[in-house]
């Protein structure tokens, strides 16, 4: 048995030891106790104040201070890739409506002829109609050669001189002197009237060369004669002055002449075959003599493909927007803008338009425009095109805005139904509009959670920085305390002995 003072001097320590651990981590009180306890019951310096109990602890304060910022978190950036997709819809679906909206979309136009006499192009807005055409006379070009020297580089003058060539009502004054050549005058008249005639040399047969001169235009007034003027040109290379092989001897082998063609019966003629002045915005081009019928329509491919777009631009956004703010008890149903008033009234705006686009030209109802029950926008492309081919002009002023005229001949200016659509998505997405609003939000969020986040991890990794400090204090008294019992037990067992 150990002594009386050993027992004492025993004791004293542990209330010791305990007085310590109370006085300087009191916040710690319960871990002390238990630390004083697990000593008698696992033995001194077992090992208990370790890392991975601070981690277990660390752990479960995450859980609770930083676990719902983080999923808070996780939420608004969820929020912010779904509100992109929601704006790019939004986007697609603002660029569907402002291309209907277009004037020009329902100016483009189809030609379609009978017949291979004449070809057509027509502009935009040009007039829309049926005729017919027939061809009796294609315009053609003169065409002059001269009488036959010997080669193409036989001189054609004894001297200096100029002669006057003459296309129509243009003249020319062409140079020559001793030493030009044919193959050289040649030269000279493309060099200087090549916009009106074309010269060339052809060698008909061995010893026979001549000049050749093609109008560059069509039409009779096209004549071409050339005359010397200083009387020096030469029909036998050059010895003998006053020939005449480029002047009375040039032949016409081809004349000029006028088209001639009938538009629904009424005689017409023009210079060339090339016809721009016959009715604004129309080019023809008249091939071979002969009938055709030509129609020219309203283009309505274009204007269709872009009520496609609209209609499938329409039922994209609002597909995407029931998506977003669906209500539901489930979180895995349930929408992640459902509680966001700001755009679910978006959808119930887009939707009331549909109707509410109303003018004195009726609604989008009576140009083929439907919702199904289940939302779903499409279009009866029978009932456009009946309206299209009623007044082409009413449907574009319902459209796109202009002049309606009604049954009874009066006339209304309407803004465009579609122009309404364009303003009210536009309201939207422009800069400081609704879906701004909700990114601003969303953004401020993200922020705040972020900075909380921060905050609460800085006070744990304090806290636990501290808590480290106390562990490794706890354990240096501990061992102590495990060293200073074995000097006890090795002392009580002397005294025993």
């Given amino acids: 048995m150990p002594s009386k003072h050993t027992l004492y001097a025993i004791k004293y320590f542990i209330k010791s030891v305990d007085i310590k651990l109370n006085k300087y981590y009191n916040n710690e009180r319960l871990f002390t106790k238990g630390f004083v306890m697990g000593i008698s019951s696992l033995g001194v310096g077992s090992g208990i ?50 291309e209907l909206q277009s004037t020009t979309l329902f100016d483009a136009r189809s030609t379609t002829v009978t017949g291979s006499s004449v070809s057509i192009t027509a502009a935009e807005g040009s007039d829309v109609q049926d005729f017919t055409l027939n061809v009796t006379q294609l315009a053609r070009k003169e065409i002059d050669e001269s009488a036959s020297f010997t080669a193409d580089t036989t001189l054609i003058a004894t001297g200096t001189g100029t002669l006057d060539l003459t296309i129509g009502t243009t003249s020319y004054t062409i140079n020559y002197d001793a030493t030009t050549t044919l193959k050289d005058l040649k030269n000279s008249i493309n060099a200087v009237a090549g916009q009106d005639v074309s010269a060339s040399v052809v060698q008909l047969a061995t010893g026979d060369f001549r000049l050749f001169l093609n109008a560059a235009n069509e039409g009779s007034s096209q004549n071409i004669s050339i005359s010397d003027t200083s009387g020096l040109l030469s029909d036998d290379g050059g010895t003998t002055a006053g020939g005449t092989n480029l002047t009375t001897g040039m032949s016409t ?41 030509v129609s020219v329509a309203q283009d309505r491919s274009d204007l269709e493909s872009r009520v496609d777009s609209f209609v499938a631009q329409y039922n994209a956004v609002m597909d995407e927007i029931s998506k977003q703010t ?32 109303s003018n004195a030209g009726g609604n989008l109802l009576d140009y083929g425009f439907d919702i199904d029950r289940d939302g779903v926008m499409s279009v009866d492309k029978t009932v456009l095109n009946e309206q299209l081919d009623a007044s082409p002009t009413n449907v574009k002023a319902f459209f796109s805005g202009g002049d309606y005229t009604d049954s009874t001949g009066t006339v209304t200016t309407l803004t465009g139904a579609f122009s309404s659509f364009y303003t009210t998505v536009n309201s939207f997405t422009k800069t400081n509009g609704d879906l701004d609003q909700v990114k601003t939000n969303i953004s401020e969020n993200i922020t705040n959670y972020e900075d909380r986040k921060t905050k609460e991890t800085e006070r744990l990794n304090s806290k636990y920085e501290i808590l480290k400090k106390k562990y490794t204090a706890y354990n240096t008294l501990i061992n102590r305390f495990n060293s200073a019992s074995d000097i006890f037990t090795q002392l009580a067992n002397a005294n025993n002995n």
Avoid: W
């Fill in 326 to 357: 669906k209500s539901s008890t489930e979180s895995s149903v349930r929408g992640i803008f459902s509680g966001d008033s700001i755009v679910k009234s978006m959808k119930s705006t887009i939707q009331n338009m549909l109707g509410s686009v």
């Fill in 253 to 293: 082998i081809q004349t000029g002449l006028d088209a001639t063609f009938e538009y629904n019966g009424q005689a017409i003629t023009r210079s060339t075959n090339t016809v721009t002045d016959l009715i604004s915005g129309y080019s023809l081009s008249l091939n071979e003599v002969g009938s055709s019928s």
């Fill in 49 to 98: 104040l370790t890392q991975d109990v601070l981690d277990q602890l660390r752990k479960a304060d995450e859980a609770q201070r930083i676990t719902p910022i983080t999923l808070n978190l996780a939420n608004e950036n969820d929020k912010s890739d779904a509100l992109e997709i929601l704006d790019a819809a939004m986007v697609n679906f603002k660029d569907a409506a402002n």
